[in-house]
């Protein structure tokens, strides 16, 4: 599972970020594992993919603030997809979605 630290490095944060940016940086990287359970994915430990995809959004939304680009915070980025729908196929998010 992803945490705030390694959320903070990968978004380059500095150790000193202000604590209204880390507190949102937080809400992001949560909203973002709802969105994956939301898809089908539940949280998976142990999963470099997971913990990806998780970042990957979360960056997205923080770093885009929604729409600093014209890009909606609802728009998910490509790569986000491909790994939602790769951990969508394992057991583990199979079973969660009554096998289908």
Not at 16 to 44: I, N, Q, T
Request: proline residues 5%; aromatic residues 8%.
């Amino acid at each position: 599972m992803v945490d705030i630290a390694e959320m903070r490095a990968y978004v380059r944060g500095d150790a000193d970020m202000p604590s209204e940016e880390l507190a949102l940086l937080e809400a992001c990287m949560e909203a973002a594992v709802e969105w994956f359970a939301h898809a089908g994915v539940p949280e998976m430990e142990d999963s470099p993919l997971y913990d990806l995809g998780v970042k990957m959004l979360a960056a997205s939304w923080f770093l885009t603030r929604g729409n600093d680009t014209g890009v909606q915070m609802h728009t998910v980025p490509q790569g986000v997809y491909a790994i939602k729908h790769q951990l969508a196929k394992m057991p583990a998010a199979s079973s969660q979605e009554g096998g289908g």
